[in-house]
């Protein structure tokens, strides 16, 4: 048994991977109370007794930290990888993909753990995929959610960019004058102008479902299309007004 009375005495060292359990107790003497901790490894048991009750419990959280960091895997590097020149089995679609270098306390670290997503995952299956993912791979709870956060963010960025291609090609289309190349030789020039106009203003109140509300890259490409399809409706009144 290691007895440690004061913060003076000789310090005892213990190896974090050989102990066992640990336990915060109070012993009540005649005229105070003892505020300490006990620490059971294989071979004996620690007994540190502290001033204060307060430091007793924030060493025994630190402790808890050590141990629970000590037991499970947590990411030490992450690399966002290009998978288009990646062969992949029994994965088809677009996909996001993470590799990811592991560490745990006293193992040699595990490279490149790959982690792929496909694109148009909802979130509700995402999330379920990263518990999934964490908890085969043993790795510490609270990387989950950073992996989330991180794998949310990419899948959403995919999901704008391609969106806003596609957006910006449909109000292109609208342009009158194109539009009307497409349309039945019997559509007059004022009806072309309003069909082109009202889809316009159709895709305008689509923004927000297609691109999303979240981050300010979404919302600073949908005030951009917005402005963009204002301009192609009041070109379009233009270009009508003077074919008239």
Same mark, same amino acid.
């Given at each position: 048994?290691?007895?440690?009375? #004061?913060?003076?005495?000789?310090?005892?060292?213990?190896?974090?991977?050989?102990?066992?359990? %640990?336990?915060?107790?109070?012993?009540?003497?005649?005229?105070? #109370?003892? =505020?300490?901790?006990?620490?059971?490894?294989?071979?004996? $048991?620690?007994?540190?007794?502290?001033?204060?009750?307060?430091?007793?419990?924030?060493?025994?959280?630190?402790?808890?930290?050590?141990? *629970?960091?000590?037991?499970?895997?947590?990411?030490?590097?992450?690399?966002?990888?290009?998978?288009?020149?990646? %062969?992949?089995?029994?994965?088809?679609? *677009?996909? @996001?993909?993470?590799?990811?270098?592991?560490?745990?306390?006293?193992?040699?670290?595990?490279?490149?753990?790959?982690?792929?997503?496909?694109?148009?995952?909802?979130?509700?299956?995402?999330?379920?995929?990263?518990?999934?993912?964490?908890?085969?791979?043993?790795?510490?709870? $609270?990387?989950?959610?950073?992996?989330?956060?991180? @794998?949310?963010?990419?899948?959403?960025?995919?999901?704008?960019?391609?969106?806003?291609?596609?957006? @910006?090609?449909?109000? *292109?289309?609208?342009?009158?004058?194109?539009? *009307?190349?497409?349309?039945?030789?019997?559509?007059?020039?004022?009806? =072309?102008?309003?069909?082109?106009?009202?889809?316009?203003?159709?895709?305008?109140?689509?923004?927000?479902?297609?691109?999303?509300?979240?981050?300010?890259?979404?919302?600073?490409?949908?005030?951009?299309?917005?402005?963009?399809?204002?301009?192609?409706? =009041?070109?379009?009144?233009? #270009?009508?007004?003077?074919?008239?």
């Amino acid at each position: 048994v290691s007895f440690l009375q #004061e913060p003076s005495q000789a310090a005892v060292r213990l190896d974090v991977k050989r102990i066992v359990d %640990h336990k915060a107790k109070t012993y009540k003497g005649s005229k105070s #109370e003892q =505020a300490a901790l006990v620490i059971n490894d294989p071979d004996s $048991m620690h007994v540190f007794v502290f001033a204060a009750r307060k430091d007793r419990d924030e060493w025994s959280g630190h402790i808890d930290n050590l141990l *629970r960091v000590g037991s499970q895997w947590t990411i030490s590097n992450i690399k966002i990888v290009d998978p288009s020149g990646v %062969h992949l089995d029994q994965v088809s679609g *677009r996909i @996001v993909l993470l590799r990811l270098d592991l560490t745990r306390f006293g193992e040699q670290p595990q490279v490149g753990i790959p982690l792929m997503v496909k694109e148009g995952t909802t979130a509700q299956t995402c999330k379920a995929q990263i518990v999934k993912f964490v908890q085969d791979q043993d790795l510490l709870e $609270m990387e989950g959610a950073s992996l989330y956060r991180l @794998v949310k963010t990419l899948l959403q960025r995919r999901q704008i960019k391609q969106e806003a291609h596609t957006l @910006v090609e449909e109000i *292109r289309g609208l342009y009158l004058d194109d539009f *009307r190349k497409g349309q039945p030789a019997d559509l007059s020039l004022k009806q =072309a102008t309003l069909e082109a106009n009202n889809r316009l203003s159709s895709i305008a109140g689509q923004l927000s479902s297609r691109l999303g509300d979240e981050g300010v890259g979404a919302q600073l490409i949908t005030a951009i299309l917005e402005r963009n399809i204002e301009k192609m409706r =009041a070109v379009n009144e233009m #270009e009508g007004l003077s074919k008239v």
